[in-house]
């Protein structure tokens, strides 16, 4: 099987913020979904490891957790989210790092921010208001978030409206059933059609993978996200029991090592959920870094859902900058 | 130094150095040069004479250590033998507390010994840190269990004595507590020589051992090079001698205890087999092969060093393991970032570097990453060949590098008879999604080690050790604490009379009309064979009266009746309760003629009608025994790590040799005999000299019992002659020998040609005595293979 010379596929150039040539999916190839096999112990035993074999120390360290909050979206997904909330989240977007911290950092004439902001559909507006001018994207979930149990046309046009209303970036919900059915081809014609509806917004494909409990289904429904044309996949909603795990983060980056080796389709990875801690985002900073190399370790390949990781970076990097160990009430609050 | 902006861009991991002032300060403060520690004190080595000690990563003199002659070893051992009687008669628990407090000094001084380790050395902080250290921790915590239930565990069992023990340099505080800990739980007293290139965390625990108050004198340290290390295996009062370190000096040391009643164990080389299927995981089989050869720069004797991969899917594992080699950082070895460190010493990098030439030469494919090595120190690369042919040099020799063999097989069958192309056995890793796959593998491979879906897997739990060339004799877990055991009853010191069977004609013991002549065949491949010298010697009855002949065997007929055995592979397969059924047949056609059995005894002993009874009846018993252990002498489930299952499970040696001994013809013979074939294995046995027809008359019950051709064989004729043949033919995994002290050296020394296992005894049993059968015969029939299988969905 060569999928690099699959006449389905079609080569789009690299679009702006983005440096590689967008993913135009390929078509269904059962083979590369149910052919490689995931053991559980040895994965295990490679995440338990990983963390104990690399380790980032002073201005490294500082340097790397600014990437991590250039990779972060910025994420508010609760029922009493308002537009004066997402404003406010919005601001924290684009000055994630006390102006102190960036001039101790030498980052001042190009001060980070964040890699988008998330929210639901009907906050896309007040977000994109908030954030034009500052090259922030706005990332909204869509289709049913987070069980996805909606009649799929209502879901195709909630991804229309929000894509409508300005968001770049689509965050969808794939339906559970059809993996924990094993129905693949259903599976990915129902991510088909919802890039379709993405049109130019990016397209990123939660699998929920607490719900899909087996390496086995997560590496199946990545490949299968990743054929039907997900330029990002991503871990969970954070609704799930279980949310971002190194685990099945590693599985998921291993199956995008072998779609770009089958396809030459470069596809970012999101672990969203449970990234509390600076050291939660560099150990999987870590794993991107040693699983697909350094081009993963920016935010057009990579980024972290998280809401709470970004106070602990900014306490860990004030710690860098001072000297001592810093509270979270000297920071800005999103 | 680089700016958070510049590293924005690069994305670099940058330095993460390990900090070493203590380990700095303590090599400063014996700047003066280390001394052995014998009965409890630091000793300046009589000779004056002090060696270099180097830092591999940079070729530095770190240490300068005390050059052991053998006068300290005559001191240590001194010191370990009058430590003997108080310390074997401390109570289980008061030495359980001593190795708990070891176990927990050491835990508390984790960092010190890791870093210490990585500079003495070269191993990355990583592996000393969270591998060799935790799992020193772990063997002196399990062991200090083991010294507490010694007595109940163990009974009828007491320490051997003084011991002697010599460890590698490739993990030099993990196997000092491999050898150390079951020993000293035993109640042994020890004599240790670290590897004259990292002697110094061995050092740093002889302190944590003054720390706990350890007894003096019961833990010693000499230290030195191979000449030290010859003094404490030669040396008269130890009893006991432990090795782990390559084969080539393990065969010698097999030769130099040979004969002198000294305990062995050997823990030697390996080209294990890392064989990935094309259902397995493939990525985690990669990162398998990482940490199977460049763990501990492939300085590792179960280093999974001969690649065999699937054919369908070997150029895509080659692929993802080129891919993987890219991001292997080779570097200085207190790094926390890296995972290659330095190669132990000098000799070490250039023979590596020689291999490595080699398989250039020969016409393999050579890998290695585009990385650079660091500019000082004793490094050399992560490197896989491609296209190794089983017959090239690196598919076959010891490399003890980071160097991978990868060659690609097509079946299962084929991968298990590449996997045993090898003159060693000690571990094997397999990978596959298929459960009746990897457990058909590991039944079939010959190693005493088989990881599943995984590799280097450890815990103080299991037994380590080899099959084959790899040694004998098991570390950890239970099977590991009878190494440390011998028995408490002794045989009695005296050695069967020497006497030479003559080929020339005696007078007969028979009078009158002569009766039918019977001649005694060698019985070999299941037939009734004339010995190839075309001689027999008579054998005598009591009064030296010829009361017939058996067959003078030689080695040919020996080599004949290997070669039957060898072939009789049926019989290994099948189940204990199959073998039981034949046992069963077997005693009940020897009871039906318990009679002749016994008249023969009184003819050619002249034994009391009723004593020659009792060895007839006892027979029968000894084969009801047997037949019932057949379906019972199973394994055991170790406790090592959650979701794990590691089974350590008896396996038969294959091709057995027996030696009977001279007393007690009939029973002798089958008090040897029935346990080795009860268990699986196909047996040449050479029954008691002066007394064969016991044997030769039992070939006949053996024929009528459905015993399959070639299970037994026997040959007649000078026991330590063919006990020699025996010894020294490569295709015998294990002799046993009950016969004089002379015989004994012979067979020890011969058992060196392929470090084959022996069991040997000298002076008489009481063969009717209930210890003359037993667990402890089926233990020296069998030897124990772990599997490990993590489980988990």
């Not at chain 1, 600076?278 to 870094?289: E, G, V």
């Not at chain 2, 014996?30 to 009589?46: E, L, S």
């Not at chain 2, 720390?211 to 000449?227: H, Q, S």
Request: proline share 5%; glycine share 8%; aromatic share 8%.
């Amino acid at each position: 099987m060569n999928l690099a010379t699959d006449p389905k596929r079609k080569v789009a150039a690299a679009e702006p913020g983005h440096n590689h040539p967008r993913n135009s999916g390929i078509a269904f190839n059962e083979e590369a979904v149910l052919g490689p096999t995931v053991n559980l112990s040895a994965v295990e035993r490679r995440t338990a490891s990983l963390p104990a074999r690399r380790s980032v120390k002073k201005e490294y360290q500082a340097a790397w957790l600014v990437k991590a909050i250039q990779c972060i979206d910025l994420t508010t997904l609760a029922g009493d989210d308002t537009p004066a909330r997402v404003h406010r989240l919005c601001a924290k977007a684009k000055s994630p790092l006390r102006a102190d911290l960036v001039e101790a950092l030498g980052l001042a004439d190009d001060a980070p921010k964040v890699g988008a902001v998330c929210v639901y559909p009907t906050m896309v507006k007040p977000a994109v208001e908030a954030l034009t001018g500052s090259g922030i994207p706005v990332a909204s979930v869509a289709t049913g978030f987070p069980a996805g149990l909606m009649p799929l046309d209502l879901r195709l046009e909630e991804i229309r409206r929000a894509v409508a209303d300005g968001a770049g970036e689509i965050d969808i919900v794939i339906t559970r059933a059809h993996v924990l059915g094993q129905d693949w081809t259903a599976l990915y014609d129902e991510i088909a059609a919802m890039r379709a509806a993405c049109g130019p917004a990016h397209l990123k494909a939660i699998l929920a993978t607490g719900d899909l409990k087996t390496l086995r289904n997560v590496y199946r429904a990545s490949m299968t996200a990743m054929m039907a044309g997900a330029d990002f996949i991503k871990t969970s909603t954070g609704k799930e029991d279980v949310n971002a795990t190194l685990p099945v983060s590693l599985v998921m980056v291993r199956a995008i090592r072998d779609y770009l080796q089958e396809t030459g389709f470069k596809i970012g990875f999101k672990p969203a959920g449970g990234l509390r801690t600076a050291k939660d985002a560099m150990n999987w900073q870590i794993l991107m870094k040693e699983e697909l190399g350094r081009e993963w370790l920016e935010p057009d390949l990579f980024r972290i859902g998280a809401s709470s990781l970004l106070g602990d970076i900014e306490r860990q990097i004030e710690h860098f900058v001072t000297g001592r160990y810093a509270a979270l009430n000297r920071h800005a609050m999103a | 130094m680089s700016t958070v902006k510049e590293i924005l861009q690069t994305m670099d991991y940058g330095p993460a150095p390990e900090a070493k002032d203590a380990v700095t300060a303590w090599l400063a403060k014996h700047q003066p040069g280390f001394r052995h520690y014998i009965g409890g004190a630091f000793q300046a080595p009589r000779d004056g004479k002090l060696f270099d000690v180097h830092n591999p990563a940079d070729g530095s003199v770190i240490a300068k250590v005390a050059q052991g002659s053998a006068a300290d070893v005559d001191a240590a051992v001194a010191a370990a033998r009058a430590a003997f009687p108080a310390w074997s008669k401390t109570s289980g628990e008061t030495r359980a507390r001593y190795l708990y407090a070891i176990a927990r000094h050491v835990q508390k001084r984790e960092r010190f010994l890791s870093v210490l380790e990585s500079i003495d050395n070269g191993k990355p902080i990583r592996e000393s840190r969270d591998i060799d250290v935790p799992l020193v921790a772990r063997h002196f915590y399990h062991h200090a269990g083991w010294a507490a239930l010694l007595d109940t565990e163990f009974s009828g069992l007491g320490p051997v004595g003084v011991c002697g023990q010599i460890i590698p340099w490739n993990f030099p505080l993990l196997m000092l507590a491999w050898k150390v800990a079951p020993a000293l739980a035993a109640g042994n007293t020890v004599v240790l020589k670290p590897a004259e290139y990292t002697p110094l965390t061995a050092l740093a625990l002889a302190e944590i051992c003054d720390e706990v108050g350890l007894p003096k004198g019961v833990f010693n340290i000499v230290t030195g090079d191979g000449e030290t290390g010859a003094a404490i295996v030669n040396h008269a009062d130890v009893d006991k001698i432990a090795f782990t370190g390559s084969t080539e000096v393990g065969r010698e040391i097999r030769k130099a205890t040979a004969g002198t009643g000294k305990k062995l164990s050997l823990e030697l080389g390996g080209k294990s087999p890392f064989i990935v299927f094309d259902d397995a995981d493939l990525d985690s089989a990669v990162e398998g092969v990482v940490d199977a050869i460049w763990f501990n720069q492939g300085q590792v004797c179960c280093a999974g060093s001969r690649l065999l991969v699937q054919e369908g899917v070997a150029e895509r594992f080659y692929d993802k393991l080129k891919r993987r080699m890219e991001t292997l950082r080779v570097g200085d070895p207190l790094d926390k970032s890296i995972d290659i460190g330095a190669i132990v010493a000098k000799v070490q990098l250039e023979r590596i570097t020689k291999l490595v030439e080699q398989g250039r030469r020969e016409g393999a494919a050579c890998f290695q990453p585009s990385a650079p090595m660091p500019g000082k120190g004793w490094f050399f690369p992560p490197t896989l060949f491609t296209d190794v042919a089983p017959a090239s040099t690196i598919a076959q020799v010891e490399i003890f590098g980071p160097v991978l063999a990868a060659m690609t097989f097509r079946t299962p069958d084929e991968a298990a008879a590449l996997a045993n192309n090898s003159a060693y056995g000690l571990s094997a890793s397999v990978w596959s999604e298929n459960i009746d796959r990897c457990l058909d593998l590991a039944a079939r491979i010959k190693a005493g080690v088989i990881w599943i879906n995984g590799t280097n897997m450890f815990d103080a739990a299991a037994g380590f050790g080899g099959y084959r060339e790899s040694g004998f004799g098991r570390e950890g877990g239970r099977e590991g604490m009878i190494e440390y055991l011998t028995p408490l009853k002794k045989n009695s010191a005296k050695d069967p009379a020497k006497a030479k069977l003559s080929a020339e004609p005696t007078a007969s013991a028979f009078e009158g009309k002569p009766t039918l002549d019977r001649t005694a065949k060698l019985f070999i491949g299941g037939k009734q064979a004339r010995p190839d010298s075309g001689y027999s010697y008579s054998v005598l009855d009591a009064k030296d009266h010829a009361i017939g002949q058996a067959g003078l065997g030689n080695r040919k007929d020996i080599r004949n009746a290997v070669e039957a055995a060898s072939k009789a592979t049926g019989w290994t397969a099948l189940s204990g309760h199959a073998r039981a059924q034949v046992l069963y047949f077997l005693a009940e056609n020897l009871s039906a003629r318990a009679d002749e059995f016994a008249a023969r005894l009184i003819a050619m002993t002249g034994a009391a009608k009723k004593a020659a009874r009792a060895e007839v009846d006892a027979s029968v018993s000894r084969i009801i025994h047997y037949a019932a252990w057949a379906d019972k002498y199973d394994g055991r489930v170790h406790y090592t790590k959650a979701r794990h299952v590691t089974l350590a499970m008896p396996e038969a040696w294959g091709t057995m040799a027996v030696s009977c001994p001279d007393e007690a013809p009939l029973l002798g013979f089958i008090s040897l005999v029935i346990p080795v074939i009860a268990m699986g294995n196909r047996v040449v046995a050479t029954p008691a000299p002066l007394h064969p027809l016991s044997a030769t008359d039992f070939y006949q019950v053996l024929e009528t019992s459905d015993v399959p051709d070639g299970v037994v064989n026997i040959v007649t004729g000078e026991r330590d002659l063919l006990a020699k043949t025996l010894a020294e033919h490569d295709e015998i995994a294990c002799a046993w020998y009950f016969g004089g002290a002379e015989g004994v050296a012979l067979v020890e020394r011969g058992s060196a040609g392929n470090l084959k296992a022996t069991w040997c005894e000298h002076g008489a049993r009481d063969w009717l005595s209930t210890e003359a059968q037993g667990e402890s015969f089926l233990r020296h029939a069998t030897q124990i293979k772990n599997i490990w299988v993590p489980y988990g969905e």
